[in-house]
């Protein structure tokens, strides 16, 4: 089974929010620059996941995503249906 590029950036964007310490929140804007990937396109993937109930957004000059629950609450079909569709 081949998944989108999309997914592969969520990956690799919610992995680095694992490693993030507790209450600190990253941009659009970093991780895409930390990835060295589109903005707009990783702006759409994490609109996604945010209506999957996977991040939610955190408003504000210092604003960003952090997890929406708990990450051993996730599974990674949570994540490819959020950013995918379902099956």
Known sequence: MQF??????????L???LGLPPGKVIGIK?????????E???SKVFTRLRKGGIVRSMPG???GYE???APEDISFWDIVEAVEGPA
Do not use: C, D, P
Request: glycine share 12%.
């Open 4 to 13: 989108s590029i999309g997914v592969e950036y969520a990956f690799h964007s």
């Open 15 to 17: 992995f680095y929010l």
């Open 30 to 38: 970093g991780l895409a620059a930390l990835h060295g990937v589109s």
């Open 40 to 42: 707009t396109y990783l």
């Open 61 to 63: 000059v210092n604003g």
């Open 67 to 69: 997890f929406a629950r």
